[in-house]
């Protein structure tokens, strides 16, 4: 089993930017990607950014050039800096570790609420 703990979430202004945490614990394997997700309310859960034990990166069109991933893989950790954000990035954010080779294995987080808002 994998634990995934998120954190950093908050309420900010449109324009500002906000850093969201995730640690993962336990029985963690590798390779693995590491991603962020988000659901906004009445939406379904999409994809925002992915990273890689083998540190390739990939981002949803909407976060380009706004929000970048990153790894630390000495703390098993993965963080999600995001800058300039506007009012339709309000959602939860959810954290996934999964396998990219062998027997397929996910783990989510329980998620962090992100709202912008003036």
């Known amino acids: 089993q994998v634990q995934l703990v998120e954190s950093g979430g908050g309420l900010v202004q449109p324009g500002g930017s906000l850093k969201l945490s995730c640690a993962a614990s336990?029985?963690?394997?590798?390779?693995?990607?590491m991603d962020w997700f988000r659901q906004a309310p009445g939406k379904e859960r999409e994809l925002v950014a992915t990273a890689t034990s083998f540190g390739d990166t990939n981002y949803a069109d909407s976060v380009k050039g706004r929000f970048t991933i990153s790894r630390d893989n000495a703390k098993s950790t993965v963080y999600l800096q995001m800058n300039s954000l506007i009012p339709e990035d309000t959602a939860v954010y959810y954290c996934?570790?999964?396998?990219?080779?062998?027997?397929?294995?996910?783990?989510w987080g329980q998620g962090t609420q992100v709202i912008v808002s003036s």
């Open positions: 996934r570790i999964r396998s990219i080779v062998g027997p397929s294995k996910n783990y």
């Open positions: 336990g029985s963690i394997f590798s390779p693995n990607a």
